[in-house]
T-cell receptor
Framework: DAKTTQPPSMDCAEGRAANLPCNHSTISGNEYVYWYRQIHSQGPQYIIHGLKNNETNEMASLIITEDRKSSTLILPHATLRDTAVYYCIVGQNTDKLIFGTGTRLQVFP | DTGVSQDPRHKITKRGQNVTFRCDPISEHNRLYWYRQTLGQGPEFLTYFQNEAQLEKSRLLSDRFSAERPKGSFSTLEIQRTEQGDSAMYLC????????????FGSGTQLSVL
């Protein structure tokens, strides 16, 4: 079973920030938080990962709470092409990543 | 990099037939993974390789399923005596190592068993 809990769906207006929450209350000290997304009919695409500190790359920002029990993925300026299923995953490394059902993000004009 | 390549993109077969899928990982990636995804669900881990060695198999991988990576480069996934329940998207991914890094996924092979 997935170790994370995500809302099944969210909407976001184009150009606004999309904030996708994830709960991982049973995360252990050596487990990372990974985010992937999957656009219809394609394989999942890596977005970002982090351990304790907040992380930012060209795609998104990852905010991890101090107790590490939850995190938020932020897409700063959502576009229509960001419409996808977003998966939050916790794990020590890339072996056997356990995907849940994710959050279906719909970006509307 | 040229990305992870999977072939074929689509496969339709009759129940009881054998099918084989191929995955070409990103060159110099040591790790190769197979996942399966059914409609409305996230990908489920099946197995992974470190070079040519198959290090782990999920209990989802019944004895009708076999995967190989003979020279540590491309991999094949064979399903014998296919069943309708095998209908799914079969995804391949690769990474440089097994550490906390990104997986690169292919576009998958969509299998339909009639």
């Amino acid at each position: 079973d997935a170790k994370t809990t995500q809302p099944p769906s969210m909407d976001c207006a184009e150009g606004r920030a999309a904030n996708l929450p994830c709960n991982h209350s049973t995360i252990s000290g050596n487990e990372y938080v990974y985010w992937y997304r999957q656009i219809h009919s394609q394989g999942p695409q890596y977005i970002i990962h982090g351990l304790k500190n907040n992380e930012t790359n060209e795609m998104a920002s990852l905010i991890i709470t101090e107790d590490r029990k939850s995190s938020t993925l932020i897409l700063p300026h959502a576009t229509l092409r960001d419409t996808a299923v977003y998966y939050c995953i916790v794990g020590q490394n890339t072996d056997k990543l356990i995907f849940g059902t994710g959050t279906r993000l719909q970006v509307f004009p | 990099d040229t990305g992870v390549s999977q072939d074929p993109r689509h496969k339709i077969t009759k129940r009881g037939q054998n099918v084989t899928f191929r995955c070409d990982p990103i060159s110099e990636h040591n790790r190769l993974y197979w996942y399966r995804q059914t409609l409305g669900q996230g990908p489920e881990f099946l197995t992974y390789f470190q070079n040519e060695a198959q290090l782990e198999k999920s209990r989802l991988l019944s004895d009708r399923f076999s995967a190989e990576r003979p020279k540590g480069s491309f991999s094949t996934l064979e399903i014998q005596r296919t069943e309708q329940g095998d209908s799914a998207m079969y995804l391949c991914a690769s990474s440089r190592t097994g550490g906390p890094e990104k997986l690169f996924f292919g576009s998958g092979t969509q299998l339909s068993v009639l």
